[in-house]
């Protein structure tokens, strides 16, 4: 599973974005795909996951309301969806997937094999 992130960007406070996961050369088949963001000087931190047979979603609860993941099977792609964005969401957002995850680690960086590269989410006051 090799990940591709995408539809980062600079926006305004107030605003919203859609990020975008893609995998290529495997399905996401039997895969927990989460999204997790890191900013300077902070840990990488937890804020979705989306169990792809099934599409069962957990967020972080601070971002419960305002971000949604989401799947779309025929792209074989995930988004996260971004609503209400604030300064404090500034972050590389990067997008993980684990075929073995245990559900109870979900929010654990290191539970995840496969990363992509990161995508840049610039929020202005």
């Known amino acids: 599973v090799q990940l591709q992130a995408s539809g980062g960007g600079l926006v305004q406070a107030g605003d919203s974005l859609r990020l975008s996961c893609v995998s290529s050369?495997?399905?996401?088949?039997?895969?927990?795909v989460g999204w997790f963001r890191q900013s300077p000087g902070k840990e990488r931190e937890f804020v979705a996951n989306?169990?792809?047979?099934?599409?069962?979603?957990i967020y972080a609860d601070s971002l419960k309301g305002r971000f949604t993941m989401s799947r779309d099977i025929t792209k074989n792609t995930v988004y996260l969806q971004m609503n209400s964005l604030l300064p404090d969401d500034t972050a590389v957002y990067h997008c993980?997937?684990?075929?073995?995850?245990?559900?109870?680690?979900?929010?654990?960086?290191?539970?995840?094999?496969?990363w992509g590269q990161g995508t840049q989410v610039t929020v202005s006051s």
């Open positions: 050369g495997s399905t996401f088949r039997g895969y927990n």
């Open positions: 989306l169990k792809w047979n099934g599409g069962t979603t």
């Open positions: 993980a997937a684990s075929s073995r995850i245990i559900w109870s680690q979900i929010g654990v960086p290191s539970s995840y094999e496969h």
